[in-house]
Structure formats: C-alpha cells, structure tokens
C-alpha cells in the first residue's frame, strides 16, 4: 500500500494563508490534493496540519486529516523529514499497513501525476531509499560569480573559468515537489538528497512561489500552459 502525506502547516509568512490561498480558480492545497488522486496510486492521501481551517479545507477535498500536527513540528524551522516520520507514526497507530510514501508539498500546481507514478516505479525497482524530481541548472554552475564590495564580478573557482559549458558536468536542483521514500527510510530519518535519487523533469515545470510576485507569475505561466486565463 501506498500513501500520500501533504504537510501543511497554517502559519506561512511570506505569504499569508499560502496553503488555502487561492491559486488559479481553485485553493493552492487543492491542486496537491487533485494531482495526488490523478495518479491513481495512493490508498490514503492525509493531510498533516496544525490548522483548523486548512483541516477543514483538507477533508472537503477529498484528503483525510486523522491526526493534528503537534506545534513543536509546525515552525519555520522544522524540517520535512521529521513531520512525515510523526506522520507514518499516527497512521501507523490506526491500523495502516504500507512501505512506500510520498511526501507531497501543498505548493505544487506544476508538478505531473504521470511524475508521481514514474518516481515511484523507480523507488520500486532500484534501490535508492528515496526518489524525487530534479531539474538541470540553467546555467553551468562550475561557472558561477560573485560579485565584490566594490562591483567587479569574480569566479567562485578559478579552474573552470576559461572551460567550455559543454565539457562541464550537468548539475541540477531539487525541484521541490514531492518526496517518495520508503517507510523506514522516514522513520530513520536519512537525509533525502545523500539517499535518494533523482527523476530529471522539465525546468518549466518547477516554479518557487515564497513571495506575491512569485505567485502572480506562477498563475500567468500555469495559465498559458493549460490555455486559460487567469482573468477570466
């Protein structure tokens, strides 16, 4: 069995009631929740939250909410890795059996069920304790700047200034989407990125939104990718 885990904690602060706000015609949590039910491959999709109102929210949607997010797991300093294993740990203490589980962000109009299933596929047949989309950086980052007090540019390594982009390795970034893992990999709280592989996806289709200019580009590109408008 497999389950889905969207934590959602109601104190955003860059933008206020990110997590309900609405996003393209619809709450922002309610595009995680829709694509999550898409992919057809979750017995349970649980909502883990501190907040009354996205719990409410949560269960109209179709998630279930059977536990409340402790507050010592819902400040801006807690990490992911914690909540889901409190998570696995509830869901554990209701009776539920299952290995694998998908840490889903609420923030994710952009992310593909079709994503969901491949990333799973490949958690089931390597062996890898995690699997989660990356996206290729768009720019050598064996190349990269800084800039100095007085406004010249500088490289951060001397030894790649002068080499081609094409003969440099690909690098990518976690695309900060969703998170498969296996159950005692969450328990035993591994860290994602030294224990995970990665599931290469468009860079068009990763988008942060942590600020209000953020949010309106995101709602004009999810517009013109679905054909709609947001003005409407």
Not at 66 to 78: I, K, S, W
Not at 135 to 151: E, K, N, T, V, Y
Not at 155 to 163: G, I, M, S
Request: proline share 6%; aromatic share 10%.
């Amino acid at each position: 069995m497999n389950i889905a885990i969207i934590p959602a904690r109601g104190g955003s602060k860059r933008i206020p009631r990110k997590n309900i706000k609405a996003f393209c015609g619809k709450p922002m949590l309610a595009w995680a929740i829709d694509i999550a039910k898409a992919s057809g491959i979750f017995e349970h999709i649980v909502v883990t939250t501190d907040d009354a109102e996205i719990s409410d929210l949560a269960i109209r949607l179709g998630a279930e909410v059977p536990f409340v997010r402790p507050a010592e797991l819902a400040d801006d300093y807690t990490p992911t890795v914690p909540v889901i294993a409190h998570a696995i740990t509830a869901c554990h203490a209701l009776g539920w059996q299952f290995e694998h589980v998908c840490c889903i962000y609420p923030a994710v109009p952009f992310m593909q069920s079709t994503d969901l299933v491949a990333a799973l596929q490949r958690l089931e047949s390597g062996s890898a304790d995690y699997v989660f989309p990356v996206a290729a950086f768009p720019s050598a980052i064996q190349r990269a700047l800084r800039q100095l007090p007085d406004g010249l540019m500088q490289p951060f390594n001397d030894q790649y200034a002068a080499t081609r982009t094409q003969d440099l390795e690909p690098a990518f970034y976690d695309a900060g989407q969703f998170y498969w893992g296996r159950k005692q990999a969450w328990l035993s709280e591994k860290n994602i990125h030294r224990h995970g592989a990665g599931l290469v996806i468009p860079s068009w289709r990763v988008v942060d939104i942590d600020n209000a200019e953020d949010w309106q580009r995101a709602e004009l590109m999810h517009a013109v990718f679905n054909h709609a408008s947001v003005l409407a």
